[in-house]
């Protein structure tokens, strides 16, 4: 199993440009996440999506939009991107609803660059 | 969700147990705490949860004293590979949400 796999790894863009970070997972879970980690700080989530069919907003959403495509597939889009957005993009993903270990598993990171 | 506090940075040395106490003086009866480990350019890894008391797993052992406000991740005879951000989590069972504070930066040295 692969996991959560996240493409590209790496993007550089200019500011306005837009652009899909695409997120896949092979473990059947029903729950996956994007966050952003800007240098030196912590994780903050853009947006989840508990099920298939259903997105939310997480902490900070202003300036992305995304898709829960199928079970699978979880993409998260620029529309037009700025330098605030230079990040870290992590994509993630978990069994969600038994009482218990909600274990959230990372793919390897998306690094973002915008000039 | 319940706001976390822990330290910016910890010093090891090889062989050491460390041991990592965060503060949640908030936390809701149906939060549990979870800790997740960081290496440099790689995603978080979660490491061990519990809802009280003292939980032990293969790499580490968490403690919940009785009134949960607080935990501590104790990482027993770490090596150089411990380096990392050590991030603690409290989350409710009523939702899927985590909020990722900034974590405590442990360096382990020779």
């Known amino acids: 199993n692969a996991g959560v796999t996240q493409t590209p790894k790496f993007q550089v863009l200019k500011t306005g440009q837009s652009m899909t970070l695409q997120c896949a997972q092979d473990m059947n879970h029903n729950s996956m996440y994007w966050y952003r980690q800007d240098p030196g700080m912590g994780l903050r989530l853009i947006y989840y999506?508990?099920?298939?069919?259903?997105?939310d907003k997480g902490e900070v959403p202003n300036g992305y939009n995304v898709s829960r495509l199928n079970k699978r597939e979880f993409s998260l889009r620029l529309e037009s991107a700025a330098p605030s957005q230079t990040s870290v993009y992590f994509c993630?993903?978990?069994?969600?609803?038994?009482?218990?270990?909600?274990?959230?598993?990372f793919g390897p990171g998306t690094r973002l660059t915008v000039l | 969700l319940a706001k976390t506090t822990q330290p910016i940075s910890m010093d090891s040395y090889e062989g050491q147990e460390v041991n990592i106490t965060c503060s949640h003086n908030n936390i809701a009866t149906n939060d549990y705490i979870t800790w997740y480990q960081q290496f440099p350019s790689q995603g978080p890894r979660f490491i061990i949860q519990?809802?009280?008391t003292k939980v032990t797993n293969e790499v580490a052992s968490l403690f919940i004293p009785a009134d949960r406000k607080s935990s501590t991740l104790s990482l027993p005879r770490v090596s150089l590979s411990d380096t990392a951000v050590y991030y603690c989590l409290v989350g409710s069972y009523n939702t899927d949400k985590l909020i990722f504070g900034t974590g405590t930066r442990l360096q382990v040295f020779p």
């Open positions: 993630a993903s978990s069994e969600f609803g038994d009482r218990g270990r909600n274990e959230q598993f």
């Open positions: 519990g809802y009280k």
């Open positions: 999506s508990a099920s298939e069919g259903t997105t």
